[in-house]
């Protein structure tokens, strides 16, 4: 969840009450422990292209440099692309990471949906993962999804663009109809090597979304966080059910793997608020640090 300070929708409202600042001074937690006791590699270092080329509003220098100390500390070799995609500019790296693009180079921009992939880029990535290439493509709803949408298309997932809420699952801390858990216990956190990891200490239970959109993969596909039949996005002013649905799915294409979420805040750790109060991976006795680090060992092929 991108909070934008001129268009903070209805739900929003409620957590004001919580955070008596503005919410649009979400940073990136300066205090995460990104620190990794058993690093995955320790030679060999897989090679991720983190994607900044495309005005993206989550970078290794902003609110996702937490994700980036986690996969370095685990062993990956990142390197910062600034440059369209072509065969030749991926063809050095195995995994390749795309969060948030946009059309324009500010959210509030004319064109922030616009296409971020010109249709040349989409075949060229959609090549490369055909190849044997990984992909984690996170999104948030409109206008990131809009602006992903040429690139998602290219590879057979449909990315809603309005918020999902779901007031049956919502978590009772956040008190907010689109931060949903997925658990366990509420049996909508999928089962899968993601999910379950390599031990029990990798097995992820409990996973908190701090907002986004729906998401429907190709056939086949695992989903990693099942959308409830209470679940509902806005349509043309009235509300859609989503059932059927995800926020988190995993597919094989061609020689290669994807992973698509509806949500980047999730794999962050930001503070917000006068009170620093944490969203994503550092919000306590949650699993999002875990699923960050399974997701990477299974488009990296250490998880099967």
């Known amino acids: 969840m991108f909070i934008r300070p001129a268009t903070f929708l209805l739900s929003y409202f409620f957590l004001f009450a919580l955070v008596p600042t503005a919410l649009a001074q979400q940073i990136a937690d300066p205090h995460f422990d990104a620190r990794i006791d058993n690093p995955a590699f320790t030679k060999n270092f897989p090679r991720v292209l983190f994607d900044?080329?495309?005005n993206n509003s989550e970078t290794t220098n902003n609110r996702y440099k937490p994700f980036a100390d986690l996969l370095f500390n685990d062993g990956y070799h990142i390197s910062v692309n600034r440059?369209?995609?072509?065969?030749?500019?991926?063809?050095?790296?195995?995994?390749?990471?795309?969060?948030?693009?946009?059309?324009?180079?500010?959210?509030d921009d004319a064109g922030a949906d616009g296409p971020a992939f010109s249709p040349e880029e989409s075949a060229a990535v959609n090549d490369w993962v055909r190849g044997g290439g990984a992909l984690l493509l996170i999104v948030d709803c409109a206008p990131f999804s809009s602006a992903a949408e040429t690139l998602a298309k290219k590879l057979g997932v449909d990315i809603?663009?309005?918020?999902?809420?779901?007031?049956?699952?919502?978590?009772?801390?956040?008190?907010?109809p689109s931060t949903l858990v997925y658990s366990r216990e509420n049996h909508l956190l999928g089962e899968s090597s993601i999910t379950n990891g390599r031990s029990d200490a990798e097995r992820v239970n409990r996973v908190v979304v701090?907002?986004?959109?729906?998401?429907?993969?190709p056939q086949g596909s695992d989903v990693l966080l099942k959308l409830a039949d209470s679940a509902v996005e806005e349509i043309d002013g009235k509300n859609a059910s989503t059932a059927g649905r995800a926020q988190g799915i995993a597919f094989r294409l061609g020689k290669g793997r994807v992973v698509v979420l509806g949500d980047a805040a999730m794999l962050s750790a930001q503070v917000t608020g006068s009170d620093k109060r944490p969203v994503g991976m550092n919000v306590p006795n949650i699993d999002n640090r875990k699923l960050a680090l399974n997701i990477m060992h299974w488009l990296s092929g250490i998880l099967k």
């Open 83 to 107: 440059q369209p995609f072509t065969k030749s500019s991926l063809a050095t790296h195995k995994l390749l990471v795309i969060v948030n693009p946009l059309g324009a180079e500010d959210v």
């Open 210 to 217: 701090f907002g986004g959109q729906s998401l429907k993969g």
């Open 52 to 54: 900044e080329a495309h």
């Open 160 to 176: 809603g663009k309005s918020e999902t809420t779901d007031q049956a699952n919502a978590d009772k801390e956040f008190n907010l």
